[in-house]
């Protein structure tokens, strides 16, 4: 008898945020970087959003004696860091304005995590069988982390291309 292999992606995706005050003769921009603690190349960012991917997956001897992956599990985490303002403002549709379009951005990397997530669980179930189960622990780990590099540069890509979102709306003059 045949057993059908099954994969299964969970996922969590936190909100964090920190308080930003603006003073009546500051510019939003200003005050987002005087509040943001979210820095990268000696830039100021004022969102950010990192994923993290856990997977186990399980072996079985099929009736040939071949040992196959039969069962995977990927665990998405994201967290996505982003402001809120801490008192309302004469700023406040720009502020909301910016927020819609910065959390656009911020959700774009974390649907780059759920491809790669994705991808890792279904990579596991197309692995060929193997003679020894224990032969096919390494293989597996092995083009994880291979898929895992690949979506981390796609992410840094994705920044490279809106210019951190810029081109998505997320951008204020000072």
């Known amino acids: 008898m045949s057993q059908t292999a099954t994969a299964e992606v969970i996922e969590n995706l936190e909100y964090q945020y920190y308080e930003v005050n603006v003073a009546a003769n500051q510019s939003l ?34 009736p040939s004696g071949q040992c196959r992956i039969v069962s995977s599990k990927t665990s998405l985490q994201g967290t996505i860091l ?53 032969a096919l622990e390494k293989p597996a780990n092995d083009s994880a982390y291979q898929i895992l590099e690949k979506y981390k540069h796609a992410d840094k890509e994705y920044d490279a291309k809106t210019i951190h979102g810029k081109t998505q709306g997320a951008w204020l003059e000072d």
Do not use: V
């Open 29 to 62: 921009r200003s005050a987002l970087n005087q509040a943001s603690t979210i820095r990268q190349d000696g830039k100021t960012h004022h969102g950010y959003t990192k994923w993290y991917i856990h997977w186990r997956f399980h072996w079985n001897n099929n």
């Open 82 to 134: 982003l402001p809120r303002l801490a008192s309302p403002l004469a700023q406040r549709k720009q502020f909301d304005r910016y927020m819609i379009a910065l959390r656009e951005h911020e959700l774009g990397h974390y649907k780059i995590g759920q491809e790669a997530a994705k991808a890792i669980d279904e990579q596991f179930l197309s692995l060929p069988s193997s003679s020894h189960c224990k």
